[in-house]
């Protein structure tokens, strides 16, 4: 069994703005279970409540480029596999990678300083086997590990795995940020760290990472064609000997509406009644209470980014509300999105609930009270979303991308192809027709709840993927 040591900008319930937080809470338990001894990296963020948090090193000192920092870390209750990077000037601050007026100027440094951090951190209370990074935010650690650390004894044997969640997010920084981040002038090539001018960190960990994994195996195909590759398809194509898709699981002690604490009634495949009870709350919860129970709500939990494919419900608004059927949506995100779901709450005021911003329980209150579930992505990774929607009987309606694709079946959901408001009406007209054959329904509910995508299957796969790079 080996000691995998994670780098990651979010885990939950620490700090989250999305499906990488899930992973990355949930995965280390199951690897535990597995046998191997992991522990977690992420930076102490002003919002980040941790359990009696504990001091565990003094302060010492990162040398990145320029300046040298001197950040501690921290951990909760005895036993916990998560540690927080503690260095107030880069993370004592209300949001994660930005605020209101957009990302914050100096990411580079912030996310820099987390991806070497985690070797002093390595050195004082973890020596890992392997590093696995998350996301372009810990693309710079297999990037200090091959061109700095190898020579050194304590990581001589290392391996480094880089996660693409997203790869739509491939942290481009100017020419500048090679020298603030600490790394010689020499890597900034088209086949090293270079991108368009700049260097992106995502890149950084494609290039230099021991094995690339994706989280789902579509998106491991996708992301090698121009259309989804953002620009780094080819260096992925080249590296497809060492590329994986491993679908992400459910942590169903979170997700289970059986045992949800933040739902109005638990309710289960064989007794669907709370689920009734669920919708009707939900309803009021949004001002909708005159909306008929026979009639389908369709729920939608969402960053409001262009991934999501936010654009093609407003472009099938005026035919899709001429159907019968009612809408709640959580979001936040971008403020043109945000603008879009307004524009639509205020066309069909009856019909919509809007609550922008962030809300972990109503997410869970949309899972339960809905019928259905609306994913029109552009692309998706994997989505975590519609998995819930299976367990919690809320049908998916998804665009057939990436771990959509992947996840949802004709038994279980409803699926198009095209990226375009007429193809997402049609999908829901389908699912609108199955809606009014109850028999047929509520057996899709059942064979979605009964699918099974608990972590230890993924974590199995990731397991074997520690084995092959420790003993090649
Ligand atoms: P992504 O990571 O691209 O946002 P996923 O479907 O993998 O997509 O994961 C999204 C996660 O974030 C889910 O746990 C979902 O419930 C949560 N989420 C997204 N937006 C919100 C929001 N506005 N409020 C609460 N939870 C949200
Ligand atoms: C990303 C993706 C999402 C995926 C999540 C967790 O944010 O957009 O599809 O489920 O990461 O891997």
Redesign the pocket.
């Known amino acids: 069994m080996s000691r995998i040591l994670m780098v990651s900008s979010e885990a939950a319930p620490y700090a989250?703005t999305?499906?990488?937080a899930?992973v990355v809470g949930a995965l280390p338990a199951a690897l535990q279970q597995l046998g191997h001894e992991v522990a977690v990296l992420i930076p102490r963020y002003a919002g980040t409540v941790a359990r009696s948090p504990r001091q565990v090193t003094d302060p010492f000192v990162v040398q990145l480029g320029p300046y040298a920092w001197r950040p501690s870390v921290y951990t909760t209750a005895e036993d916990s596999p998560f540690f927080f990077l503690d260095l107030p000037e880069f993370y004592a601050r209300d949001g994660i990678y930005g605020d209101r007026r957009g990302d914050f100027g100096d990411n580079d440094l912030r996310f820099g300083m987390l991806s070497l951090a985690v070797f002093e951190f390595a050195r004082r209370m973890f020596r890992p086997d392997i590093i696995h990074c998350h996301d372009w935010q810990a693309g710079l650690t297999p990037c200090y590990l091959k061109t700095w650390l190898t020579q050194e004894p304590t990581f001589y044997k290392t391996k480094s795995i880089e996660t693409i969640?997203?790869l739509g997010y491939l942290g481009y920084f100017g020419r500048g940020s090679l020298e603030r981040v600490g790394l010689p002038p020499w890597l900034f090539r088209t086949d090293l760290v270079e991108f368009y001018g700049g260097i992106s960190l995502l890149k950084a960990g494609l290039v230099y990472a021991d094995a690339i994994t994706t989280v789902s195996p579509r998106y491991a195909q996708e992301i090698q064609t121009p259309e989804h590759g953002y620009g780094l398809d080819g260096l992925l194509r080249s590296r497809s000997q060492d590329l994986i898709g491993i679908l992400n699981g459910v942590d169903y002690s979170t997700w289970n509406p059986e045992t949800d604490t933040a739902i109005p009634a638990n309710y289960s495949a064989a007794d669907l009644s709370g689920k009734a009870v669920c919708k009707r709350e939900l309803l009021r919860e949004f001002g909708l209470e005159h909306a008929p129970l026979d009639r389908p709500l369709v729920g939608i939990?969402?960053?409001l980014a262009g991934?999501k494919g936010s654009d093609l419900i407003l472009d099938a608004a005026p035919a899709l509300f001429g159907e019968d059927l009612s809408m709640v949506v959580?979001?936040?995100g971008e403020p043109s999105f945000e603008q879009m779901f307004r524009q639509i709450r205020d066309a069909f005021p009856e019909r919509v609930g809007l609550r922008l911003?962030?809300?972990?329980g109503?997410?869970h209150r949309i899972e339960a009270g809905s019928d259905m579930f609306l994913m029109p992505s552009r692309y998706e990774p994997?989505?975590?979303?519609q998995i819930?929607s299976l367990r919690y009987g809320t049908v998916p309606v998804v665009r057939a991308t990436g771990g959509l694709d992947d996840t949802i079946d004709g038994e279980t959901g409803f699926k198009f192809w095209e990226y375009s408001g007429y193809a997402l009406l049609l999908a829901m007209q389908a699912a609108l027709r199955a809606w009014n054959d109850r028999e047929r329904w509520t057996r899709m509910m059942r064979t979605g709840m009964g699918r099974d995508f608990s972590w230890m299957a993924s974590a199995v796969q990731y397991s074997t993927l520690y084995e092959r790079l420790l003993n090649p």
């Not at 911003?357 to 972990?360: A, K, M, R, T």
């Not at 994997?382 to 979303?385: S, T």
């Open positions: 989250k999305g499906g990488l899930d969640h997203n939990v969402s960053r991934q959580l979001g936040s911003g962030y809300d972990d109503l997410a994997c989505g975590l979303n819930y």
